[in-house]
């Protein structure tokens, strides 16, 4: 029996192995998680990386998710190759089959959606994730082995951040794809525009044109396949490397609110970050009472000052700067030394020092909270 087959026996009768006496040697094993069952990953693939050596998906056109599907597994299989058919006899022979078949079977690694009756998503596979966009076979693929891919591309010892990473990524990069794949709409009204540029899209026109003679298949495939990968590692990047470090610096502005403002309703950054995301995340976290108003911190050649809306994507400003303020410049604001500016809105301003800054929220605030 393969290492696969006496792996896959091993979790069909529930044994909770971490590794498996094959031949005489310990061998460990990598699998993905099964829900409901307690199975461990590891970081030790280098026995399954010889054995896995065929990553099976359907011919004929293919689609974002079964291309970003096979450039995940080849993340962690680089050896692995891709062999495309619609022929059972030919699948059957794969280790690994996504996309095709009608079957999702953890134990067999089998990971198809097309079937009647599947319904699965990230929520239903990971208890306690909030997404319910039914999966892709791209989805299947990054919630079973995600964060072991993730660890393919960065270096994330940390197993909270590595969750978070492991979020984000599903979040703003695999869900899109699960839900064009399955054709679930955006919205329920009218789309007023449509977006073809989107990486769904450009898989897509990869394919081969209506009156296209001569076209490889393979050639192409494997050209969606890289444009795929490149921005599946660039995204986990620049969440793991940029999005991810912002974190510590919003933490310790919240952390030090009341240092800033006996309010505790505004907070200073040590240095401009991307803070949004990560504010509204440890807000809820940390039952934040009174929540945030203001957050104040270096631009450089001058300070800013900026109100903070209802949620991460909202426009509507929990307490906006200064009305009276509002589209003004330098003289023209009145009250305050050092003022540059005030967006027409309110939702930012600046100042040529800290304490102008600091002054600007703690005024708003003050008239917003009568």
């Known amino acids: 029996m393969s290492l ?6 091993a979790i069909k009768f529930g044994l909770g192995l971490h590794h498996l006496q094959v031949a005489g040697e310990y061998l460990y094993y990598y699998l993905p998680s099964v829900p409901g069952r307690s199975i461990q990953f590891t970081r030790s ?10 990553i099976g998906t359907h011919s004929g056109t293919f689609h974002c998710d079964e291309v970003l599907g096979c450039a995940m597994l080849k993340l962690l299989f680089p050896n692995a190759k891709i062999v495309r058919s619609r022929d059972d006899a030919v699948l059957d022979k794969c280790d690994i089959v996504i996309d095709v078949g009608g079957v999702y079977d953890v134990e067999k690694y089998r990971f198809d959606h097309h079937q009647r009756g599947f319904e699965e998503t990230a929520s239903s596979l990971l208890p306690g ?6 999966l892709s076979s791209a989805g299947l693929v990054y919630c079973h082995f995600g964060k072991d891919i993730l660890r393919c591309v960065v270096n994330i010892e940390d197993d909270k951040n590595l969750d978070k990473v492991f979020d984000k990524v599903y979040e703003s990069f695999v869900q899109e794809i699960d839900g064009i ?3 679930i709409p955006m919205c329920c009204e009218t789309m007023k525009y449509s977006i073809s540029t989107n990486l769904s899209s450009r898989v897509a026109q990869l394919n081969k044109g209506w009156n296209q003679k001569e076209f490889d298949e393979t050639k192409a495939f494997e050209q969606a396949m890289s444009m795929v990968c490149d921005e599946f590692k660039e995204r986990v990047r620049y969440y793991a490397e940029d999005w991810l470090p912002a974190r510590c610096i919003v933490q310790s502005a919240i952390e030090k609110r009341f ?16 803070w949004k995301a990560h504010y509204f995340d440890l807000e809820a976290e940390m039952d934040l009472k009174p929540t945030v108003k203001y957050a104040i911190f270096d631009g450089g050649d001058s300070w800013r000052v900026q109100a903070v809306p209802l949620d991460e994507k909202s426009f509507i400003l929990r307490i906006p700067l200064l009305k009276e303020w509002q589209g003004l410049r330098e003289a023209q604001i009145k009250d305050v030394d050092g003022a540059i500016f005030v967006h027409g809105t309110g939702f930012i301003g600046g100042n040529k020092t800290r304490d102008g800054a600091l002054l600007m929220a703690r005024k708003s605030l003050a008239a917003g909270t009568q």
């Open 4 to 9: 696969l087959g006496t792996v896959g026996a």
């Open 45 to 54: 693939y280098q026995t399954i990386m010889k054995t896995l050596e065929t």
């Open 129 to 134: 994730k909030p997404w319910k966009i039914k």
């Open 181 to 183: 794949d399955n054709g």
């Open 259 to 274: 240092e800033t403002d006996t309010s505790g309703e505004i907070i200073e950054f040590s240095q401009f970050c991307p």
